[in-house]
């Protein structure tokens, strides 16, 4: 066999593990989500396919298989079936660049547990991420209706605005760390939880957990499906597989976003104690271990989110967009250039950005509660 | 198959779906379906860059561009009741002649200039992948192309005064 050949099954065998691991994350995270909610609103939620409701979401995806694919009338044909291909495909193609692990060796050859590894590995997993509002939108629009419509136009205005908040606030970190390739991001964060960008760029973390939750539609940033007002929002229309590929890429951009924030802020797959990899392929499993623990832990805190905070009003979500988030994106980015190149040491850096968070948090709420008392 | 000549297919393929899909942009009688196809030119557009090897410009196209830009258009024309906008190109159908001649002048510029330019990275007949290096893209604009840099930031500065003026009139 030559070379050429071994390097494409191997990347092929890649691809099918990445593939399985986003796609069965979603039955999990939808079960836990409809658990963990009931929890909060204190009722058992689902209990009654298989012990404790734990085969609710595989009779709920058979049940879904199995049903019919209507098209409505008036709808546009062409985009009505191209748009949810158009949401789901951006999402699986920008896994392909999150390291799952350390490098391994296997029968004498080194192989990197990421599918893609490549200089601009970020950069092409949010050029490939964006993508996914044009299904979004083309599903509002094709659909001959208003509440969809508006769903879409949510869509769209919210993902370009919270985008450049999403893109600047890495900017931080790309700084710090001198790089643009995920696995070297990752690999730069070993030897403990304190080595972690999380503290080294706390506004940054901030800003990019936010700007992230409103760019995966979740709550309090689910405006394009507000269910009460909107019915469904951009899918009311769709039905059978076409509704389930929406719903898959929902949860399976929840789950690749929380990777990329878990590689990015928290350490990837290090855990947080002072650990060096070998390159057995036992090590690479205890780094997919201490990813996946993270990962699980971010998808609790989007659930625990959806479970606490009401709906933004739309003129809130934009304010808080462009006139919060941006301005502290930009005070970030240039704060953390003057201290990289004056290359002060790391703590002054968390202090800075924890005294940023503060301070900010102190003069919102201010001119919140002075606009509330103003108002009466 | 010398890996060259894969290059050149590739190359031709962008290319033709680069040009295919700015006409469409051009003829189309829905909007919504002309932003689409401007989005295919971009991402054909991109695919020229990472052959001609800069990966850089290559993402930065498919991020600003399809990611950012031509949301915003498909936003707008969203906004202004999709369904009337749909025009009928009835001026477009009347210059055929001409417009044709332009379409062509500049579609072959278009293949020449970028075949030529994809010669000089390649060479006649050999392969070889350079190392991309973000610092030689960031010192090179900061050094050889400061002045346009610089020029283009002044005039996005004065786009968005312009646009604060336009929104403070209303």
């Known amino acids: 066999m030559n070379e050429f050949l071994i390097y494409s099954l191997i990347t092929i065998a890649k691809i099918g ?67 949810p291909i158009l949401v789901i495909t951006p999402v699986l193609i920008s896994a392909s660049v999150i390291p799952f692990g350390p490098p391994v060796t296997i029968a004498g050859r080194e192989i990197t547990l990421a599918i893609a590894d490549f200089d601009l590995s970020l950069l092409f997993f949010f050029a490939v991420a964006t993508l996914s509002v ?69 506004l940054g973390f901030v800003l990019f957990l936010l700007a992230a939750i409103a760019e995966v539609n979740r709550t309090p ?3 394009p499906e507000a269910e009460s007002e909107l019915t469904g929002g951009f899918h009311t229309e769709y039905s059978g597989m076409r509704f389930v590929m929406f719903y898959m890429s929902e949860y399976s951009s929840v789950f690749v976003m929380s990777s990329v924030i878990a590689t990015l802020f928290l350490g ?41 905070l009401p709906r933004l009003r739309y003129d809130e979500l934009m304010m808080l967009g462009w006139k919060i988030l941006l301005p502290l994106a930009f005070l970030n980015l240039i704060v953390t250039a003057i201290l990289v190149a004056l290359n002060w040491p790391g703590w002054v850096l968390g202090l800075t950005g924890v005294a940023a968070l503060i301070v900010t948090d102190l003069v919102v709420s201010q001119i919140l509660w002075r606009r509330r008392r103003a108002a009466g | 198959m010398k890996l060259i000549s894969l290059q050149y297919a590739f190359y031709a393929f962008l290319a033709t779906m680069a040009i295919l899909s700015a006409a469409y942009v051009a003829f189309s009688r829905k909007t919504v379906y002309a932003v689409l196809a401007l989005v295919v030119t971009m991402l054909s557009l991109a695919g020229i860059f990472l052959l001609i090897q800069s990966p850089f410009a290559a993402l930065i196209q498919v991020f600003v561009y399809a990611g950012a830009i031509l949301v915003l258009f498909l936003y707008v024309i969203m906004l202004l009741n999709p369904r009337q906008t749909d025009v009928t190109i009835r001026s477009m159908v009347e210059h055929r002649g001409p417009m044709l001649v332009v379409a062509g002048v500049l579609t072959a510029s278009f293949f020449f200039l970028t075949a030529k330019w994809l010669i000089t990275v390649y060479g006649a007949d050999e392969f070889q992948f350079k190392e991309f290096s973000l610092i030689e ?22 786009a968005i005064i312009g646009a604060v003026l336009i929104a403070k009139r209303n």
């Open chain 1, 17 to 83: 593990v990445v593939f399985g691991l986003v796609i069965g994350s979603v039955p999990v995270v939808v079960l836990a989500e409809r658990k963990l909610l009931g929890w909060m609103q204190v009722r058992p939620g689902p209990n009654r396919v298989g012990p404790w409701g734990l085969l609710q979401t595989l009779v709920d995806a058979a049940k879904v298989f199995f049903k019919e694919n209507i098209i409505p009338d008036g709808v546009e044909p062409l985009t009505y079936r191209l748009a």
């Open chain 1, 134 to 202: 044009y299904g979004i939108v083309l599903a509002g629009w094709s659909s001959n209706n208003k509440w969809s419509l508006m769903g879409g136009l949510r869509s769209s205005a919210q993902m370009f605005s919270y985008e450049i908040t999403l893109s600047l606030s890495i900017v931080g970190i790309l700084l710090t760390s001198g790089t643009f390739r995920l696995t070297a991001i990752a690999a730069q964060q070993a030897g403990g939880f304190w080595h972690w960008n999380m503290f080294l760029q706390p």
């Open chain 1, 221 to 223: 940033f689910d405006l």
């Open chain 1, 268 to 308: 990837g797959y290090n855990p947080p104690f002072p650990y060096t990899f070998g390159t057995s392929w036992f090590d690479g499993a205890i780094g997919l271990f201490w990813l996946l623990a993270k990962i699980g832990a971010l998808v609790f805190f989007f659930i625990w989110l959806r479970g606490t």
């Open chain 2, 137 to 158: 893209v960031a010192s090179r604009l900061l050094s050889d192309y400061l002045l346009p840099f610089e020029l283009t930031s002044i005039l996005l500065l004065m």
